[in-house]
Nanobody, 125 residues
Framework: QGQLVESGGGSVQAGGSLRLSCVAS????????MGWFRQAPGKEREGVAS????????YYADSVKGRFTVSQDNAKNTGYLQMNSLKPEDTAMYYC??????????????????WGQGTQVTVSS
């Protein structure tokens, strides 16, 4: 069975930075799209960013554009989410996702069948 394992979450003050990592193993290697979702208590799950692992095309939610950067190191089977200028409203559990999506990546949760366990990000004001 394939799996996704996130790391890098933690607590940071507003304006700070964190980098999340996601290591993929197993059959997940065949997926062409990797991404990140988040969910805060009492709020709906939100697609944050995704990347087409074949060509590097990226997609971002409007709420994180210009602050977050998604990337992928195919040699290490690892995805990253660099988060800068963090705000208290970025506080949430962050989940790594992956799947084979045609014709392009998306930020729709229903498109992704593989999910990690999540890593908590807390931003204090």
């Amino acid at each position: 069975q394939g799996q996704l394992v996130e790391s890098g979450g933690g607590s940071v003050q507003a304006g700070g930075s964190l980098r999340l990592s996601c290591v993929a193993s197993g059959y997940i290697y065949n997926n062409n799209c990797m991404g990140w979702f988040r969910q805060a208590p009492g709020k709906e799950r939100e697609g944050v960013a995704s990347i087409y692992t074949g060509g590097g095309t990226t997609y971002y939610a409007d709420s994180v554009k210009g602050r977050f950067t998604v990337s992928q190191d195919n040699a290490k089977n690892t995805g990253y989410l660099q988060m800068n200028s963090l705000k208290p409203e970025d506080t949430a559990m962050y989940y790594c996702v992956a799947d084979y999506i045609f014709p392009m990546c998306s930020l729709w949760a229903a498109d992704f069948g593989h999910w990690g366990q999540g890593t908590q990000v807390t931003v204090s004001s």
